[in-house]
């Protein structure tokens, strides 16, 4: 029992470094850009030694694509969906616009410098896409499918519906990493327009 206990200390320990490590390369990959960014920068801004980098990722390939998938396992929808069907449509689209925004906010270092990779990086690219919009895609699709048959919103395609929806958080965020500072002082009024441009259009009356 003891040795198991310590054994899953050990990997809260080991989780939680490597966390440190992939935030801290994520800032100054975004800051910095990826190819002026050494491993030894890395390693001070995540105040640990260069070496202990290498016990946890080979290179900074390595580092970059830990970098994904931490924003996978960060980024998964599936658990905020299956608990928004007792909320009215409106309502389960506000939901989900501020958990994006959540995400986007904790994770937006790493989202930039991901992104800044992905038009050089066919790799990371093809990983970005699988690994991180198909999933979101798929399990949106799924929950308007969802709702839908329920009767809560007319008849539309849910893959078309889900790519819209993906694609305005995409450029909201975009729009953030530019400089737009409205987006992150005014995401409530943002959110609420949006969703009401959706609801009611936007003919007068």
């Known amino acids: 029992m003891e040795t198991t206990i310590q054994a899953s200390r050990r990997e809260r320990r080991i989780a939680a470094r490597k966390s440190t490590i992939l935030y801290a390369a994520g800032r100054l990959f975004a800051e910095k850009g990826y190819h002026r960014t050494t491993t030894k920068d890395i390693a001070e801004a995540a105040d640990v030694s260069e070496g202990t980098i290498y016990n946890y990722f080979i290179s900074k390939d390595d580092l970059l694509f830990g970098i994904m998938t931490e924003l996978t396992e960060s980024g998964k929808l599936g658990e905020q969906l299956q608990s928004s069907y007792l909320e009215g449509p409106r309502e389960f689209l506000l939901t989900i616009l501020q958990q994006r925004y959540e995400f986007l906010q904790k994770n937006g ?22 690994e991180l919009i198909i999933p979101s895609q798929e399990l949106l699709e799924h929950h308007l499918r969802e709702r839908i ?20 958080l995409s450029g909201l965020f975009i729009l953030q990493v530019v400089g737009d500072s409205v987006i992150r002082s005014e995401w409530e009024t943002i959110a609420q327009l949006l969703t009401d441009i959706l609801f009611e259009g936007v003919a007068p009356g």
Do not use: C, T
């Open 149 to 168: 048959e329920r009767g809560q919103i007319r008849l539309i395609d849910p893959s078309i519906a889900a790519r819209i929806l993906l694609a305005m």
């Open 109 to 130: 270092d790493m989202l930039q410098a991901v992104l800044s990779e992905i038009l050089v990086n066919p790799e990371l690219r093809r990983r970005y896409y699988e």
